[in-house]
């Protein structure tokens, strides 16, 4: 079983910069691929980054490119997002979540590819 805790978000100007991190439980975190997703009010839960257990391989939905980073300290269990020139589209809650331990050490932009979920972050970007 993994525990994702994510914190950082809050309210930012557009044009602004914001840090989400996600803490994972357990000692197999290096074994397994992360990724973020997020949920806007009234829309489907969508992709937005993810990275392989290495950390060497990431990828982006297309709205993000080169304004969102990711990456992950395996040593301390713990994935970041970081996210530059946000735009009021930004706005939704952002949830990090694991693949499995087992058989899901790439990365990957399919929401059922990934098993564990945390409880989500609000990003609110005001214009």
């Known amino acids: 079983q993994v525990q994702l805790v994510e914190s950082g978000g809050g309210l930012v100007q557009a044009g602004g910069s914001l840090r989400l991190s996600c803490a994972a439980s357990?000692?197999?975190?290096?074994?397994?691929?992360m990724g973020w997703f997020r949920q806007a009010p009234g829309k489907e839960r969508e992709f937005v980054a993810t990275?392989?257990?290495?950390?060497?391989?990431?990828y982006y939905a297309i709205s993000v490119e080169g304004r969102f980073t990711i990456s992950r300290d395996n040593a301390k269990n713990t994935v970041v997002l970081r996210m530059n020139s946000l735009k009021p589209d930004d706005t939704a809650v952002y949830y990090c979540?694991?693949?499995?331990?087992?058989?899901?050490?790439?990365?990957?932009?399919?929401?059922?590819?990934?098993?564990?979920w945390g409880r989500g972050a609000q990003v609110t970007v005001s214009s």
């Open positions: 357990g000692r197999t975190f290096s074994s397994y691929g």
């Open positions: 990275i392989d257990w290495s950390g060497a391989t990431t």
């Open positions: 979540a694991a693949r499995s331990p087992s058989n899901g050490a790439r990365a990957s932009s399919k929401k059922n590819d990934y098993v564990y």
